[in-house]
Each structure stands twice: as structure tokens, then as C-alpha cells.
DNA sequence: GCCAACGTTGGC
DNA sequence: GCCAACGTTGGC
């Protein structure tokens, strides 16, 4: 099992969106990295805990807990011609863009940018990089448990 | 809106 | 395979 750290735009699936979908689950969409696509095809287990993050927002941070709830399969958005997701090189037959669903568990109180950045403990972490620009992101076990602490 | 950092593209 | 140009990300 691995710890991972996910960034959504609010303005395209927030935290409370998440809670008001079926069975508050998302299919992880847009992903057009290829890093990150890797994590969610080669690395992830059903099960695995993620940290759920806003990001290019007003407040950006942690905003909840969620798990990653499917097997790798197919983004429907690159096959979709009228969708900004729209991947023109990629094919029904021989799919580029891969991705999970993602569950919520729970939502949690907003851990903004700058309280993340007060902790030493988290220094490390991939988010708080300068020039990080990573979707998604494993998260140690150290640095999950430590957040979970300042829940 | 700005801009630094980074990934991707394409000419050579 | 190199690398300049370009596009995107994301915090501020």
C-alpha cells in the first residue's frame, strides 16, 4: 500500500462536489502527464489513501481524505472530439490516458499552503517543491501520518 | 495578470 | 539526440 497526494482545481471537481457524486466517487479526468498517469496505471492499489488537494484556487490545500477505489482503465474524456480533454493521438484500440476512481472518506477541515509549509516535518514534501507542478504525487508514510496528526 | 518552472514539440 | 521555442501549471 502507498500514500498519495492528488491535485483537483475546485472550480472542476472540489471536495464537496466529490461528496454529492454517486457513491462519492470520481473518475480521476484530465490527467494529460505522463508521470502522473504512471502512478495511477503502474503504482496505485485499490485502497490506497490519498490526500485531497485544491489547487489554483483562492485557498489552495488539503481538503479531505480519499481512496482510490478502482483498477486502472481508460479516461473516457480523450476520446470525447468536442472536450477539452480531447487527446487526438490517442485511440479507442491503444487508449494513452489512463486513471482511476477516487473515493471519498472523509472531508476534512481546509490545511492551507502556508500552515503545510510551518512544518519541518513535511519539508520534503513534493507539493511544497519550488516549481512543482506534479498532479499527483506519492506521499510518505511519515508525512501521512504527521498530517493526519494536525487533523 | 504575472512569471518562474517545467514538460512537450519539432527542426536540425 | 540536442535544444530552442512554445504551452501549461499554479502560487502569488
Excluded at 494529460?32 to 490545500?61: I, K, T, W
Aim: proline share 9%; glycine share 4%; charged share 30%.
Amino acid at each position: 500500500m502507498r500514500y498519495w497526494l492528488m491535485k483537483s482545481e475546485p472550480s472542476e471537481v472540489s471536495i464537496d462536489d466529490l461528496a454529492r457524486m454517486p457513491k462519492k466517487t470520481v473518475p480521476w479526468f484530465g490527467v494529460r502527464n505522463y508521470q502522473a498517469r504512471n502512478f495511477m496505471r503502474d503504482e496505485m492499489q485499490v485502497g490506497d489513501p490519498v490526500l485531497f488537494y485544491h489547487s489554483s484556487c483562492e485557498e489552495p490545500g488539503i481538503a479531505g481524505i480519499a481512496k482510490v477505489a478502482s483498477k486502472p482503465y481508460p479516461d473516457d474524456t480523450q476520446f470525447d472530439p468536442k472536450g477539452k480533454y480531447f487527446d487526438p493521438k490517442s485511440s479507442r484500440e491503444n487508449p494513452r490516458w489512463i486513471h482511476v476512481d477516487v473515493q471519498l472518506v472523509k472531508k476534512t477541515r481546509l490545511i492551507g499552503l502556508p500552515e503545510l509549509r510551518e512544518h519541518k516535518a513535511l519539508a520534503d514534501m513534493r507539493i511544497l517543491q519550488r516549481g512543482n507542478r506534479l498532479s499527483i504525487t506519492p506521499v510518505t508514510p511519515e508525512e501521512w501520518a504527521f498530517i493526519e496528526s494536525l487533523l
